[in-house]
């Protein structure tokens, strides 16, 4: 069965398959259905599958997901979580803190040691981005966007900076701008270095996935309306 197939089974109270397994806590059925990319901040009924982990007390199912860049339960409680969800909420607090403060240094290293999170959600499911837009911290938000930390799935970009003036607009747009031509620099520098006529001629294939990589990161530069 295809994964298109998969993804529109539900039980007869709506469950797909997504909130089934974080319901009935399938762990492994979980860490699957994460590798074939199905959604799991999806609401049915009103809960997500973290919603429906937490209220069954499946905290490892929860962690998962909050590591696998989802979003925490709505009902998050601190009070009753394990010290592996505490220490996730710490980390994301302290990222947080580091915008607001602008420790950049410690914010680079912070990001470095943590390069599977994307969007570094607290508990009220404000991304790290999100955060360093409305502080207007634009050093911090350039670091989460050269460290491949982006803006959520569900932010709207344009929505949190509709209250920017004209200059902070300005300097947005310059710094989008930036980015968007150091992205590529790189990568084309260095197959442009390393092409070539003749016999020694290199395979272009291992410089391919540098063109992706940039392109991939272009597309995740949001744009101003």
């Keep these: ?33 994460i590798t074939r990319g199905f959604e799991f901040d999806d609401k049915i009924d009103g809960k997500t599958p973290a919603d429906l982990a937490f209220d069954n007390k499946h905290y490892n199912i929860v962690l998962n997901l909050l590591k696998a860049n989802f979003k925490f339960p709505r009902n998050y409680d601190n009070e009753v979580a394990t010290e592996d969800l505490k220490e996730f909420v710490r980390l994301s607090s302290e990222v947080h803190d580091c915008i607001r403060r602008e420790e950049i240094e410690k914010l680079q290293k912070m990001l470095m040691e943590n390069l599977h999170l994307k969007y570094f959600y607290d508990t009220d499911n404000k991304s790290a981005v999100r955060i360093a837009l409305e502080e207007r911290k634009f050093k911090a938000y350039e670091v989460l ?49 390393n092409s070539h006529f003749g016999p020694d001629c290199p395979d272009h294939a291992q410089y391919r996935h540098l063109i992706h990589e940039a392109y991939f990161f272009l597309l995740q530069i949001p744009r101003l309306a």
């Design 1 to 33: 069965m295809k994964n298109e197939e998969i993804k529109k089974f539900s039980d007869n109270r709506g469950y797909k398959l997504q909130h089934l397994a974080a319901e009935k806590n399938h762990l492994e059925a979980v860490n699957e259905l």
């Design 145 to 193: 966007l050269t460290n491949q930390v982006y803006i959520s799935r569900t932010e709207e970009f344009n929505d949190i900076i509709e209250h920017f003036s004209d200059d902070e607009r300005r300097d947005l747009r310059d710094l989008h701008t930036k980015l968007s031509k150091s992205a590529l620099s790189e990568p084309l520098t260095t197959f442009m270095q």
